[in-house]
């Protein structure tokens, strides 16, 4: 498959692959403390420069793209309204630092904050996991105080597994995280689904 033809489409989104372009909007978006302070990966603060790195290697990921194996490192597409095309923010998936499957982190900007997008991306993100690639779970993980991540995680149905710590080189240690999951099997009940 192309890479250009990895496209997720949702009633107001398109999940989509990075494009140089994106770059000074991403830059914009994300050198934003309150957008990037719960990210275990994201540095802070985030110029143009690393927009670019950023898209480019997820360009020669993408490159590598078959449907066939989950991403043996982080893939992420870009969240675009289709009402005007704008960059709202981005969404990945990567192994899960514990179990089978995938495991999944986003980040909108602020400008677009407390309009459902982020349940709406997630809950695409989601469906694409389970009908291409086929995974049997998804992982999730957040900070505790990260209210809105978890009413996120709890509208697509993730249900609480534990607690830990994730590695976060970008702020200089760890940071506690409520450990969510959901199975194929959940979805599928959810969705009335047949596996």
């Known amino acids: 498959m192309p890479t250009t033809a990895v496209e997720l489409s949702s009633e107001r989104l398109t999940l989509r692959v990075p494009r ?15 957008v990037v302070r719960y990210t275990t990966s994201i540095p802070f603060p985030y110029d143009l420069g690393m927009a670019e790195a950023f898209i480019a290697a997820q360009i020669e990921r993408w490159g590598e793209w078959d449907n066939r ?16 095309r704008q960059v709202l923010g981005c969404i990945g998936l990567q192994p899960p630092e514990a179990g089978a499957g995938v495991e ?7 400008d677009h904050w407390k309009q459902g997008y982020a349940s709406e991306a997630v809950g695409r993100l989601t ?8 995974v049997e779970e998804i992982w999730a993980a957040a900070v505790p105080i990260n209210d809105a991540s ?3 995680q709890d509208k697509n149905g993730f249900t609480i597994v534990g607690a830990g ?12 995280v409520i450990i969510r999951k959901l199975t ?12």
């Open 150 to 152: 978890h009413r996120v």
């Open 104 to 110: 999944f982190g986003y980040w909108i900007g602020r």
């Open 69 to 84: 194996h989950i991403p043996i490192d982080e893939i992420a597409f870009i969240i675009e309204r289709k009402a005007d």
């Open 20 to 34: 140089p372009g994106d770059a000074p909007a991403i830059a914009a978006q994300v050198n934003d403390w309150d």
């Open 127 to 134: 469906a694409f996991a389970f009908e291409t690639l086929a």
């Open 184 to 195: 194929r099997a959940q979805w599928s009940k959810r969705y009335s689904i047949t596996v």
């Open 165 to 176: 710590a994730r590695e976060s080189p970008a702020r200089g240690g760890s940071l506690p």
